[in-house]
């Protein structure tokens, strides 16, 4: 059988070809979408008030401060909860995993490694539907897209604990670097803690997303450029309205004025938001399918097959069998 | 029907909530089709069909282009398929287009065995991507995809019936790929036996229980297009990429000394409404059922071939790597005891070759001994031979011996004379 590929040939009218992204997106809109988001920081920091803000919506329940009553988790735990939002007709299935516990101990020491076991364990989940014989049409989705880490607004330095944490984890999750309740710090002292947090990371060799080594075009690298160099932004959160210059604005109020979420001049939170939302979710996840798991995958299969230099066991087992 | 899509997310164990605002996340699919479009599209189409039914010409036709190919030999002795991709643009959508050709296919005389190479064919496109996905390494993202997403079968215009060996190939050829069936050069049918054709073509399908491809009609933005389209199978189409001048525009067609026939005029012919589906509506989901519901059968098929099995749920995960390790302790097993079969053959051939010096062996001592042997008889009996010469000779000299004294004797007697004459002469 023979095959020969040819360059171009020249149109002479219209066939209708382009036609294909309207298919493509009413079958995408008609199976709508999974987003795990995972958010990890130690109490106080505004982890659930952030992603609520993120999706307008109360999809991460909010400890209300530490009452008599509720108790500080002994070890980091895994809570998982999944709403599932509409806009615009797309429809979209939210999983906020969150950590409480983590960085609460006085003895921080491994707190990551239930988290790094949860990841893990979906890609490990996906996996095992992927290796059926019998597949389902659609495999649920339940590996972490993306994983928030909340520095705290200390104004120093990077906190050892963040750097063992990101550090360990930027190889198997996108982790992005958001500085927590960035009102607690004037603009100058902002930018300073930036630059130094940058300088840290950049040191410490952590590559969080976007990650350079992914960037698939040169387009892709100046637009990224410009949000890594932006990175990490200093966010506010609030769910609370407040009525500023005639307009209804997500905000806080204090004594001296009122901060205003998604104004630019006053923190980063809409920059994430465009960001995280906008124009990188679907990045978000093709990063984790085709990178994060596909590593994983491999490490997973030649850990069972023990060949290391074999290129796929069954492939050569297929091959001698028949 | 929003309501019922979001119901279902939510028997996954995820209740609704309401948004308070713009959030943006229905950016989400125009974020995934950019993705696609920066990627490019691949789309395959197989052409079946006997030769002269105009395949390469509606290829050319339907996409507007002319397809440079070397015009295709009709004399090889078996059916065999031809491949060629062309790179398509239009405006920001890049397409992959390859189409494969049956050469030869109907030519023989005896066609028992043309479906072969056509699933054959079919069965190797599968086959590549299902190496790549059991890959360790693999590439998937960027996998260039050679699954045949659409394949048209070309039924010649007889205006009676389908011809077995359409039957046999079809029924061959449903369950591996969407077969779009189409009534080729159908300008050679008039229009009330065209009818008459397409319901007795539909007829034979259904009791032969062909399953032919089906314009998908749950979503109820194509649904009425696809369902009326469904009713107009097979397309009678058309083919030309000569234009004719019609009042006062170039259109294709083909012109004959009663009229012409327009290829996209829909009266004439259905080219218009093959187009609008293979292309324009349903291009997508022909990809969707080659990956979802084709390929699927195909890799599960395979791999129940060779013995792997879905173990349930709660046992180890790899189900296909704890059956595969076992095949390949199986199959550690059948090399080692090759092994041991060729280490045993080569002990005999040495036990054999040893066996086979050492008789050689013998054999030569003995030709020794029997050589030794001969050499002492005859010098034994040289010797006695040389003894009684030796005897004779000793015989003979004291006989001499005897002689000489006896003459001497004699001439003693006598012999002074002799002796004294001699003197006296030598004097």
Known sequence: NSHNSSGGSTLLGYIGIDTIIEQMRKKTMKTGFDFNIMVVGHSGLGKSTLVNTLFKSHVSRKSAGWARDEKIPKTVEIKAVSHVIEEGGVKMKLTVVDTPGFGDQINNDNCWEPISKYINEQYEKFLKEEVNITRKKRIPDTRVHCCIYFISPTGHFLRQLDTEFMKRLSHSVNIIPVIAKADTMTLEERQEFKQRVRKELEVSGIEFYPQKEFDEDMEDKSDNDKIREAMPFAVVGSDKEYQVNGKRVLGRKTAWGIVEVENPNHCEFAQLRDFLIRSHLQDLKEVTHNIHYETYRAKRLNENGGLRDEPALPLTLYRLLF | ?427
Not at chain 2, 254 to 263: D, I
Not at chain 2, 379 to 394: G, V
């Open chain 2, 1 to 427: 029907a929003a309501e019922m899509r979001i119901a279902k997310m939510e028997g996954e164990g995820a209740r609704a909530v309401p948004l308070a605002g713009h959030v943006g996340f229905d950016s989400m699919p125009d974020q995934l089709v950019n993705k696609s479009v920066n990627h490019g599209f691949c789309f395959n189409i197989l052409c079946v069909g006997e030769t002269g039914l105009g395949k390469s010409t509606l290829m050319d036709t339907l996409f507007n282009t002319k397809f440079e190919g070397e015009p295709t030999q009709h004399n090889q002795p078996g059916v065999t398929l031809k491949s060629n991709t062309y790179e398509l643009q239009e405006s920001n959508v890049r397409l992959k287009l390859t189409v494969v050709n049956t050469v030869g296919f109907g030519d023989q005389i005896n066609k028992e065995d043309s479906y072969k190479s056509i699933v054959e064919f079919i069965d190797a496109q599968f086959e590549a991507y299902l190496q790549e996905e059991l890959k360790i390494k693999r590439t998937l993202h960027s996998y260039h995809d050679t699954r045949i997403h659409a394949c048209l079968y070309f039924i010649a215009p007889t205006g009676h019936s389908l011809k077995s060996l359409d039957l046999v190939t079809m029924k061959k050829l449903d369950s591996k790929v969407n077969i779009i069936p189409i009534i080729a050069k159908s300008d050679a049918i008039s229009k009330s036996e065209l009818a008459k054709f397409k319901i007795k073509i539909t007829s034979e399908l259904v009791s032969n229980g062909v399953q032919i491809y089906q314009f998908p009609t749950d979503d109820e933005s194509v649904a009425e297009i696809n369902s009326t389209m469904n009713s107009h199978l097979p397309f009678a189409v058309v083919g030309s990429t000569e234009e004719v001048k019609i009042g006062n525009k170039m259109v294709k067609a083909r012109q004959y000394p009663w009229g012409t026939v327009q290829v996209e005029n829909e009266n004439h012919c259905d080219f218009v409404k093959l187009r609008e589906m293979l292309i324009r509506v349903n291009m997508e989901d022909l990809r969707e059922q080659t990956h979802t519901r084709h390929y699927e059968l195909y890799r599960r098929c395979k791999l129940e071939e060779m013995g792997f099995k879905d173990t349930d749920p709660d046992s180890k995960p790899f189900s296909l790597q704890e059956t595969y390790e076992a095949k390949r302790n199986e199959f550690m097993g059948e090399l080692q005891k090759k092994e041991e079969e060729m280490r045993q053959m080569f002990v005999q051939r040495v036990k054999e070759k040893e066996a086979e010096l050492k008789e050689a062996e013998k054999e030569l001592h003995e030709k020794f001994d029997r050589l030794k042997k001969l050499h002492q008889d005859e010098k034994k009996k040289l010797e006695e031979k040389k003894k009684s010469l030796d005897d004779e000779l000793n015989t003979f000299k004291q006989k001499k011996t005897a002689a000489e004294l006896l003459q001497n004797q004699a001439q003693q007697a006598g012999g002074s004379t002799t002796l004294k004459r001699d003197k006296e002469r030598k004097k």
